[in-house]
């Protein structure tokens, strides 16, 4: 019998690689950069099965330029880039990561949190231009990071595992989410804050930890106008999530401290936008997960999903177990 054939959209963990191996004929993408539409729509013609990153739209169209395809294997938590119910219409089963990636998500995003707050980033450029000429009382102050208040924004694995974080210094801690999460705040020592912007004006750092669906802009000007002067805004959630124009205006305005950004709006983030005009805003390059032991995970986990949906098993994280009862086309 032949093996189904399946197309990796990067090169990911040789581990994961070496498990698709074993059941599919795969082809991988070795370009550092994603597959261009056009080629990616050619790839997809006779595969069953699709690992994809969240550079690849994976949209109604492709589908259709697909039709052998079975399951679409996503090595995220996130799958906005997916036409979810194009592809359950289709008996085409959409699978996640989730889970893997929370803690070494929440040790970044804590990171980029340190580093703002002390200005680390600035403090490195100082040096290497040269500018370091004696110790001064008054160069490059920052914001004391223990006994602040720290305010999460999304309060799911990522926030919690943040609020652990800010515990261990010292942090008041707040969390505002559509949902209130009663054990969590027993458990945790945290405080539920009913609005966002109750919970904006009462931090000093705000960290964001939501899914992209439904809440475009969240962070927007009225928001910043409710945040304290002195407010750091850290996101490794989803760019789209702050208005970045607006973001731009509150910084340059001083209206709030400073920003660390591992995501933005457009990634790559273009060579001129205004933000990176911008000393008091650090932007990294989407590298929150980006551990030897968390990727691996990832890719490995990604890797479960297809083959079980290969093997005609429902993977172990499905984001649309329904598609498996749809009428195969």
């Known amino acids: 019998m032949s093996k189904p054939k399946v197309f990796v959209t990067r090169k990911i963990a040789k581990e994961a690689l070496d498990m698709i191996a074993d059941v599919a004929e795969m082809e991988v993408w070795e370009d550092e950069l994603p597959p261009p539409r056009d080629v990616l729509v050619n790839k997809v013609k006779d595969i069953e099965g699709l690992l994809s990153l969240l550079t690849e739209k994976v949209d109604a169209s492709l589908m259709d330029a697909a039709p ?31 889970g893997v990636l929370t803690e070494t998500t929440a040790d970044f995003a804590f990171a980029l949190l340190l580093a703002a707050a002390r200005r680390v980033v600035e403090a490195d450029t100082y040096t290497r231009k040269g500018r370091w000429k004696t110790w001064g009382p008054m160069i490059l102050l920052g ?13 799911g694995r990522i926030g919690a595992a943040m609020a652990k974080r800010g515990k ?32 904006l004006s009462s931090s000093d750092f705000v960290t964001l930890h939501v899914p992209l669906a439904e809440t475009y802009h969240l962070i927007g000007a009225a928001e910043f106008a409710a945040m304290k002067p002195t407010a750091i805004l850290i996101n490794t959630s989803r760019g789209p999530v702050v208005d970045q124009k607006a973001l731009y205006q509150a910084l340059k ?8 950004l591992d995501v933005t709006e457009v990634e790559p983030i273009p060579p001129g936008d ?19 032991v ?26 649309n177990p329904e598609a498996v009862r749809e009428k195969p086309r």
């Open 68 to 98: 052998r395809l079975r399951v679409v294997s996503n090595m995220a938590v996130g799958y906005e880039n997916i036409d979810v119910p194009a592809a359950t219409s289709r008996g085409i089963v959409v699978a996640n990561t989730p």
């Open 143 to 155: 914001h004391d990071v223990h006994h602040a208040t720290l305010g999460i924004v999304g309060f």
């Open 168 to 199: 261990g210094f010292d942090m008041q801690v707040l969390y505002y989410d559509q949902v209130r999460r009663w054990q969590e705040e027993k458990e945790l020592g945290v405080k539920y804050i009913p609005t966002l912007l109750e919970l």
């Open 253 to 260: 305005s001083g209206q709030i401290f400073a920003a660390a």
């Open 274 to 292: 205004l933000l990176l005009t911008l000393d008091n805003v650090i932007i990294a390059p989407h590298i929150a997960s980006a551990s030897v």
């Open 294 to 319: 968390t990727r691996t995970k990832m890719a490995t986990l990604a890797a479960t999903n297809l083959i079980a949906s290969l093997r005609g098993e429902i993977p172990p994280h499905c984001v």
